[in-house]
């Protein structure tokens, strides 16, 4: 049988708090597959933000083993990882991160300037990805001149910019109200129809119904969806 897209196994983030330690992670083990669209859902503090950080290889994890693609991230220097990042992910954030200074196509174009695109050629393409989240109409706003959902699919497109596999969003529609939400899941439900794989973290359940597939985190763990229910219906009573 061939190695699923992503493998991880025995992965732990620990962070040393004085005389503590938090376990952001705690001894994962988990199999996704190529182009399927998995949800990661999961309380406050479970680990999901560190899940998809130590993934996308923005960060490094205590011990274990992460490859995607066949390609061992925990095994690369930084440059190899850079590289990898690049070629192989888009990053979605709950929070935009686009530059406030530039219009919607700059936003896009951008990371091609890293990629030895001319500049003709990047804006042209970034009014192409513009167009693909539905905002070709809106290439000369900057982000301020823009709704929350129309700032997210700028994002997008621009986590677009690089043909990337794999997509990577943490709590893409945490910022927007549900009608936008909406409109950002179908988008990243359209480009795993189109052959991506994506994994997204969301709180939203209502999210879900677009997953192909979802995990379930607690304390850092994996844990099946009735334990995961059983523990929110605990802290529900509990509040
Ligand atoms: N840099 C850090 N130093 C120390 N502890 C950290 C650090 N980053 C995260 N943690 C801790 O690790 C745990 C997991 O954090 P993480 O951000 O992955 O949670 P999360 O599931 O994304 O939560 P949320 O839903 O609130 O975004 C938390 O208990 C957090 O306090
Ligand atoms: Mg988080």
Redesign the pocket.
């Known amino acids: 049988m061939p190695a699923p897209f992503i493998r991880i196994r025995g992965l732990t983030k620990h962070?040393q708090?004085g005389n503590t330690i938090?376990r952001?992670l705690d001894g994962l083990d988990l199999d996704i597959e190529a182009h399927t669209f998995t949800v990661v859902m999961?309380?406050?503090?479970?680990?999901?933000?560190?899940?998809l950080y130590l993934l996308g290889g923005l960060d490094r994890a205590t011990s274990g083993e992460i490859s995607v693609d066949g390609a061992r991230l925990d095994q690369m220097d930084e440059n190899a990882l850079a590289l990898f990042r690049r070629r192989t992910m888009g990053f979605v954030f709950q929070s935009f991160n686009l530059i406030p200074s530039m219009s919607a196509l700059e936003n896009v174009a951008f990371p091609m300037q890293f990629a030895g695109v001319t500049p003709a050629q990047r804006s042209l393409q970034a009014r192409t990805l513009l167009g693909q989240v539905g905002l070709d109409n809106r290439a000369d706003h900057r982000p301020n001149e823009l709704s929350g959902g129309q700032q997210q699919r700028v994002a997008i497109a621009r986590a677009l910019v690089n043909n990337p596999s794999l997509i990577l969003a943490?709590?893409p529609t945490g910022n927007l109200d549900t009608s936008s939400g909406g409109t950002v899941m179908q988008l990243l439900s359209d480009l795993h129809n189109a052959g991506r794989t994506v994994l997204v973290?969301t709180?939203d359940p209502r999210m879900t119904r677009f997953a192909s597939h979802k995990i379930f985190?607690l304390d850092?763990r994996q844990v099946s969806e009735a334990e995961y229910q059983s523990a929110a219906l605990e802290s529900a009573q509990a509040s």
């Open positions: 962070y708090m938090v952001a999961g309380p406050s503090g479970s680990g999901k933000s560190t899940l943490d709590e973290v709180h985190l850092g």
